[in-house]
C-alpha cells in the first residue's frame, strides 16, 4: 500500500476466534480513518488512533450502558461491588439482607 498501512488482523472468513476485535477494527476504521483522512503519515494515524481509543474507552456514551460512558460505568460497578464485599456486608446472614428484601429469612447461628 502506498501510505505504509497494513492489513487487519487475520484473513478474510476468520473472524470468529476474533469477532470483538474484528468489530471494532471495523469500527474505527469506518469512523476514523475513511471519515477522517487522507493522512499525511503513519504517525498522524497513530495519534489518532489513540485519540480515538481514549474516546472510545472514556468518553463515548454507551446506549447498552445508560447512556454513561465505558470508563465511569467500570467506575460505578467496581465501587458498588467492593461496597458489596466490605466485612461490613459480609456480616450479613443472607444475600436477601444485602440486597435489601424484606423477607430476608434469617440465618441460624447468628
Known amino acids: 500500500m502506498t501510505a505504509g498501512v497494513t492489513a487487519s488482523v487475520g484473513t478474510v472468513g476468520d473472524s470468529y476466534d ?3 476485535a474484528e468489530t471494532v477494527n471495523g469500527l474505527y476504521k469506518a469512523e476514523l480513518i475513511r471519515n477522517k483522512g487522507p493522512w499525511a503519515g503513519i504517525s498522524d494515524v497513530e495519534i489518532a488512533v489513540a485519540e480515538w481509543v481514549e474516546w472510545y474507552n ?5 446506549g447498552e450502558l ?3 460512558p465505558p470508563a465511569e460505568y467500570e467506575t460505578n460497578h ?3 461491588h467492593h461496597q458489596a464485599s466490605s466485612p461490613e456486608l459480609a456480616t450479613h446472614g443472607s444475600l436477601h439482607e444485602t440486597r435489601g428484601d424484606t423477607a ?3 440465618v441460624v447461628g447468628q
Open 104 to 106: 430476608a429469612t434469617p
Open 18 to 20: 476474533n469477532a470483538l
Open 78 to 80: 467496581s465501587a458498588n
Open 66 to 68: 445508560g447512556y454513561l
Open 58 to 62: 472514556h468518553r463515548r456514551l454507551h
